[in-house]
Structures are given as structure tokens and as C-alpha cells.
């Protein structure tokens, strides 16, 4: 054992040092805990919340949306679709029809937005459709001709809908009779419920099929978008240039990256805030751990100046301290990350704290500790303890023992 290690060690290990400075010492050890264990729950939750609407969002919208805006939709979607099912990292290429209407039952109305799909194609790339938690995933009309009409959870709760119940469809794109022009109005059988875990979309979307929609909207044979699935959505920038360059000109791509960059620029400008000013915890407590140091530099000058007059290098007392406030640091910093990633780990896989979905989009806080978070946290929590022994270090290097022990 080194000479350095073992006097420091058994410095922090006395029960005769002064009551205060035991005190100092365990509160440093406190705040570089709470300062690490609060920075990894912080950090865990923001990164549980942008992977939790992240993976939602992709389970239930398109990575890259083709459109070709001002012409009135895309006509030939059917053959171009098989042109760009082609694309290298394109799983699937779906049409869809999207339309906002107002929708009525007992008395109530409301606007929600329609999805008219291929519903053989679509429930094998979108998770919304495979989360059926009422009625079933069945498209076909009734004994009337109705068409189905697949709602979320959120929308049937509130409206007491349920399968079975028919709704009636109000389209502002009307058709022109004698009287003027007279929205369009088709009655729908609801088929299904189903809950995408995404609150937004359980509240105001509906899934018809294709022809429904396009029945409802008037437009006739044409879809206003086709919606590229990815192996990897990463990717969707480098796709979307792709396929735009194989559709031609007068289309224009979107990803799903581009379309909620607001939501995840919120997201990472919160993590780097959260990490600044909790981060100021730990700094506080490296100051303490200086304060626990400097009396001890104090407290222990004579006791220095005796190991420097028996032969004890001004090094060996610099690296005694050093040792000191590493030791205090990492006992800090090891008991923060076990309460730290415990509490996440439980949190997280338990659902502890609830949220309220309309305001959060989700219905409980996520968390998801990342190694990486931890292996950072632990370099700048032990820096800080660092940086703080190394005023006190010095200082009692400097000592001089003939100065100390003149009147001794």
C-alpha cells in the first residue's frame, strides 16, 4: 500500500478528528450524492420521454410522406408506389388519404381527421392498426353498405362509442346541386377501437378505407400522399432525396424528422438546461469538499510538519490530500449513480408517476437510463472533486515545518 493512500485513508477513517469536520465531510459526501443520483434521474427521464414519443411516433406516422402539393393530389399512385417500393431501405410505400371532417353522434359533434387506406398493406406497417383493444380490424360494409370506421380509444371513451354504433361524416369539400354548393355527409359503422398509446392520435384520428375516403372527399380516384415505412428511420433524409429524385418534378418529400422538429429541438435544448443547473449541485458540493480540506489542511498543519521533518516529500503531502478529496468525490459519485439509476430503473419499469396524457401525450413519466449519461455525470463529478482538492493540496505542500514546530 502506498505510503499516500494509507495516511489518507486512515485520516478519513479516525474517530478523533474534530466533530465539525466529520460533519463537513459527510455533508460533502451528500451533496455529491444528491447532485449525481438527481442529475441521472433528470437526464433519464428527458431521454425516456424523447425515445417514448420518438418510438411512437414512428410506430404510428410515415418516416418519409411524398407529395405533390398544388395539382390536387397524386393520381397515379398505384404504379408509382410500385416504382418506389423499389428504394434501397424502403420496408413499405402505402397511399393515403387524409382529410379533416366533422364527426356527429347523439348530439355531439367534433372535428377529427380521417385516414382512407389500404388496410391489407397499412396494418402491417402502422402499430395503431395492430393495437385493436375493441371490436375488431374488419373494413368490410354491413348488410346496408355502410362502410367501418376505426376510431381511438380516447375519441370512443369520451363519446361512449362502441363497436356496433354508427356515426355520420360531414366533409367540407362539398359537391355543387341547384341549391349551392352542400357539403358532402356519409354515415359510417364504427368497426373498431384502438389505442397507439399516442394520446393525440387516440383522440382525433379515424381509419376508413380507401375508397370510403375517397368517396367522402369527392375527389375521385386519387390519394394525397404515399407514405414511405424505413428500415431505418434514421435515414429518412438521405431516402427522401431519393425518392424525390425517382418521382420527378412538381413532388416534394417530408420527414418525420422535419415534422416534429420543433417537439425534439424542445427536448435536447431541456436536457442541456436540466444538465447545467442541476450539474450546480455538484458544484456546490465541490465546494464543500474544499471547505472539508482547507480545515484539515488547518486543523493538521502540526501533524504535517512532523511527516515533512521525518522525511516526507512536499509531493507525498500534495497526493495525501489529493487522495482525500478523491476519496470523498467518489464515495459521493458511486452512491449518487446506485440511488440514481435504482430509482430510474424502478420508475421506469413500474410506472411510478403518473401523468396526465392530454397535457404530456403520455400517461405516465419514462425513464431510460443511458450508460452513456452515467459515464459523463461520473467524469464531471469526480473533475469537480478534483479541481476542488487542489487549492487545500497545495497549501499544505507549502507548509514549512520549521515555521509549525518552532514552538512545539
Known amino acids: 500500500?502506498?505510503?499516500e493512500w494509507f495516511v489518507a485513508r486512515r485520516y478519513l477513517r479516525s474517530p478523533y478528528r474534530p466533530a465539525v469536520l466529520r460533519l463537513v465531510t459527510l455533508f460533502s459526501v451528500i451533496g455529491v450524492a444528491a447532485g449525481v443520483a438527481t442529475l441521472v434521474i433528470a437526464l433519464s427521464m428527458n431521454t425516456g420521454f424523447r425515445e417514448t414519443l420518438q418510438a411512437r411516433l414512428l410506430g404510428v406516422t410515415a418516416h418519409v410522406s411524398l407529395t405533390?402539393?398544388?395539382?390536387?393530389?397524386?393520381?397515379?399512385?398505384?404504379?408509382?408506389?410500385?416504382?418506389?417500393?423499389?428504394?434501397?431501405?424502403?420496408?413499405?410505400?402505402?397511399p393515403a388519404v387524409y382529410q379533416t371532417v366533422l364527426l356527429s353522434f347523439a348530439?355531439?359533434?367534433?372535428?377529427?381527421?380521417?385516414?382512407g387506406?389500404?388496410?391489407?398493406?397499412?396494418?402491417?406497417?402502422?402499430?395503431?392498426?395492430?393495437?385493436?383493444?375493441?371490436?375488431?380490424?374488419d373494413f368490410s360494409p354491413d348488410a346496408d353498405g355502410i362502410e367501418a370506421l376505426v376510431v381511438g380509444k380516447q375519441l370512443a371513451e369520451e363519446w361512449k362509442l362502441a363497436p356496433g354504433d354508427y356515426v355520420t361524416l360531414t366533409s367540407p369539400q362539398g359537391r355543387l346541386t341547384p341549391f349551392g354548393l352542400m357539403p358532402r355527409t356519409r354515415r359510417f359503422r364504427v368497426a373498431g377501437v384502438f389505442d397507439s398509446g399516442f394520446y393525440d392520435y387516440d383522440e382525433n384520428w379515424c381509419f376508413m378505407t380507401l375508397s370510403a375516403a375517397q368517396g367522402l372527399s369527392g375527389a375521385g380516384d386519387v390519394v394525397n400522399v404515399l407514405e414511405f415505412r424505413l428500415d431505418q428511420p434514421e435515414r429518412a433524409g438521405e431516402i427522401a432525396e431519393k425518392v424525390r429524385e425517382v418521382a420527378g418534378q412538381g413532388y416534394s418529400t417530408a420527414t418525420w424528422m422535419e415534422e416534429n422538429r420543433a417537439l425534439f429541438r424542445a427536448l435536447r435544448l431541456e436536457k442541456l438546461v436540466t444538465a447545467i443547473f442541476i450539474g450546480l449541485i455538484t458544484f456546490v458540493a465541490g465546494l464543500n469538499i474544499l471547505v472539508v480540506l482547507s480545515m484539515t489542511v488547518t486543523d493538521k498543519a502540526r501533524d504535517i510538519a512532523v511527516l515533512m521533518s521525518m522525511?516526507?516529500?512536499?509531493?507525498?503531502?500534495?497526493?495525501?490530500?489529493?487522495?482525500?478529496?478523491?476519496?470523498?468525490?467518489?464515495?459521493?459519485?458511486?452512491?449518487?449513480?446506485a440511488i440514481g439509476?435504482?430509482?430510474?430503473?424502478?420508475?421506469?419499469?413500474?410506472?411510478?408517476?403518473?401523468?396526465?396524457?392530454?397535457?404530456?401525450?403520455?400517461?405516465?413519466?419514462?425513464?431510460?437510463?443511458?450508460?452513456?449519461d452515467g459515464v459523463w455525470i461520473t467524469m464531471v463529478a469526480m473533475g469537480i472533486s478534483v479541481v476542488a482538492t487542489i487549492i487545500p493540496a497545495r497549501a499544505a505542500a507549502r507548509l514549512l515545518p520549521v515555521e509549525i514546530l518552532r514552538y512545539e
Do not use: C
Not at 107 to 115: D, E, H, L, M, P
Not at 311 to 337: D, K
Not at 349 to 369: G, N
Open 68 to 94: 405533390r402539393p398544388g395539382s390536387g393530389g397524386i393520381r397515379n399512385y398505384e404504379e408509382l408506389a410500385k416504382k418506389l417500393s423499389t428504394t434501397p431501405g424502403a420496408r413499405s410505400v402505402t
Open 1 to 3: 500500500m502506498r505510503f
Open 341 to 372: 439509476y435504482t430509482f430510474s430503473i424502478i420508475a421506469g419499469s413500474y410506472h411510478l408517476i403518473p401523468l396526465d396524457p392530454q397535457v404530456y401525450a403520455v400517461p405516465y413519466v419514462p425513464f431510460h437510463p443511458s450508460v452513456l
Open 107 to 115: 348530439g355531439q359533434a367534433r372535428g377529427v381527421v380521417t385516414k
Open 117 to 137: 387506406i389500404d388496410p391489407e398493406r397499412e396494418r402491417k406497417s402502422d402499430e395503431a392498426l395492430q393495437r385493436i383493444v375493441s371490436g375488431k380490424l
Open 311 to 337: 522525511g516526507a516529500r512536499r509531493e507525498q503531502i500534495r497526493t495525501i490530500f489529493l487522495w482525500q478529496g478523491v476519496t470523498i468525490g467518489a464515495a459521493g459519485t458511486l452512491a449518487g449513480l
